[in-house]
């Protein structure tokens, strides 16, 4: 949208077109906080107005509570299932195998990136054979770990860091290569050695596309351990979700999924967070339009 406001007037028989600041830039910092009230507010009227409406209709009889029972007999349910433990082993569960899959899958993903960026005899041996690989379907290579690792957590984990590897490792590479050459060759004429042209020129500048891909992979890893749990695991959320499907408990199957969705927008957010204190240029900036 834009900031300024336009008017026309006649001038001697000719159109004068006069541009004048708009509400932005008059006051930048009471525009911003007021847009991001109106932000808050939207995000949370929304999923509010969908439980109203959700409640109002199964208690009117309109949806059919066998299938969607109420917002408050899921939520009488997700108590009960923490009361008793069942669903927070199973949250911690998740959670354990997420945090350790992720950070592996990152830490690779980064550190093999910036090798392939950074030499060009890497980038040969292996990226064709990273991308033929990323292009895989995952859960695909699921049986191999199986295989490899036998039942239990262990694939599972393996599995969420291989499916974050892959999207982090070729968004490094990437973001090293894009790293203008002005750059380097003004560090070289300096005098730049080769770690410090990495720490002070080709980190700071490929930092904000890594740290994007990081923030994206987070919601992923949630989806992908979630989703191997139902299907093969005898813990975790996932396989809650599905075992209450079977029993015929959508109240709890509800709950399930509800929490599920919440660990993923908390993983999301604390990822992001991190990356703005690590990232200068992943911190908010006031924005002017």
Do not use: C, N
């Not at 309109?62 to 069942?86: C, K, M, N, Y």
């Not at 262990?154 to 291989?162: K, M, S, Y």
């Not at 969705?261 to 991190?274: D, H, M």
């Amino acid at each position: 949208m834009s900031t300024l406001m336009t008017s026309h007037e006649e001038l001697g028989g000719r159109e004068l077109v006069r541009r004048t600041p708009g509400p932005a830039e008059l006051a930048p910092q009471r525009h911003a906080r007021r847009r991001r009230g109106v932000t808050l507010t939207l995000a949370w009227a929304t999923p509010v107005l969908i439980v109203v409406v959700w409640e109002l209709t199964a208690q009117f009889g309109i949806l059919d509570t066998r299938f969607f029972p109420a917002p408050s007999v899921i939520w009488q349910a997700g108590v009960q299932s923490i009361q008793d433990g069942v669903m927070t082993d199973a949250i911690v569960d998740t959670v354990r195998k997420l945090v350790i899959g992720y950070g592996i899958g990152v830490v690779a993903g980064v550190a093999l990136g910036v090798l392939l960026g950074l030499s060009w005899i890497a980038r040969a041996a292996l990226e064709h054979t990273l991308v033929a690989l990323y292009t895989l379907p995952k859960l695909a290579l699921f049986p191999v770990f199986l295989l490899i690792f036998g039942l239990g957590g262990l694939p599972q984990i393996v599995l969420v860091g291989v499916s974050v590897f892959f999207i982090v490792v070729l968004a490094s590479t990437t973001a090293v290569l894009s790293v203008e050459q002005g750059y380097r060759d003004a560090a070289e004429v300096l005098g730049a050695k080769r770690t410090q042209l990495l720490r002070h020129v080709i980190l700071p500048a490929a930092l904000p596309a890594i740290a994007t891909s990081i923030r994206l992979t987070a919601g992923i890893g949630i989806l992908v351990i979630v989703g191997i749990e139902m299907v093969s695991g005898d813990s975790g959320l996932g396989y809650l979700i599905f075992q209450r499907s079977q029993v015929f408990d959508p109240a709890t199957m509800y709950a399930g999924v509800i929490i599920a969705g919440v660990i993923g927008v908390a993983f999301t957010g604390l990822v992001s967070l991190a990356l703005k204190f690590a990232v200068p240029q992943q911190r908010p900036r006031l924005r002017r339009s």
